[in-house]
DNA sequence: TTCGTAATCAACCGAAAGGTTGAACAACCA
DNA sequence: TGGTTGTTCAACCTTTCGGTTGATTACGAA
């Protein structure tokens, strides 16, 4: 049961967010969905360039696109967002746990017999 | 109320959790403090190369570092991954605005009834 | 002092990220 | 038709990432 941290999805998903321009792009989708060329315009780099961070946004599932004429219009796709948040979560329950100094959590996890936690990641 | 997405610490910090094996060393520091070669057991990869993701997480601020003798510790820093809950929650809180506002901005894209369900992929 | 252990530094390498420009594609409008 | 708009593709460049190996520093034990 050795899972380790392999999760291609989080991988994407973590280093889309790790360029501030796609947290800008993020944060502007939170407002309502938004073109290319809407999402492109605050910044000072070409639209190809935008078009490419919105595609690593895409691969890694905080996107999704719609079609409108010509259009290729952008949404937050927020249950992706949800997942790291879940991710980061199982640590800081665990943390909360060991300030506690029990490990009541890691006992009512593991089978009994075995020292098991859950290893997620 | 014009925070653009600039913030080198985020950069980081997302950036550190984007790779398996980091998020793996994150796994294990939330069950408790560990030492290079203590965290570089479980990996394949040499000892150096897992004493360069520390330093990536460190740079983070995610981990922090004591010292032992000769031994470096390396301690979770909860609230840094919490900061990054903290970035993430704040376009949840929005998005559930928009849930049951849906306002002429996301009408005048012609959304076309596809709603986005939660989709826990 | 000398030895062993823990960890880092330094130089190097291939692959990927992030940007550019120019051309091409796709859908509407006249 | 042809023109305009919105978007992507393709090739290229430079910087950063993730890994290697070999040498080096820091500390404690004998």
Known sequence: MKSNGDDPLLDRAFLALADPARRQII?????????????????EMSKQAVSKH??????????????????????????????????????RLVREEQFRGLDAVLRSQAA??????????
Do not use: C, M
Request: glycine content about 6%; proline content about 9%.
């Open 27 to 43: 944060a502007r989708l939170s407002r309502g969905p938004a073109t290319v060329n809407e999402l492109a315009e605050p910044f």
């Open 54 to 91: 919105i595609q690593v946004l895409e691969q890694a599932q905080l996107v999704t696109r719609s079609r409108d004429a010509q259009r290729r219009p952008v949404h937050l796709n927020p249950a992706r967002l949800e997942a790291l948040t879940a991710w980061i979560g199982q640590y």
């Open 112 to 121: 009994p017999g075995g020292r098991q936690a859950k290893d997620p990641s």
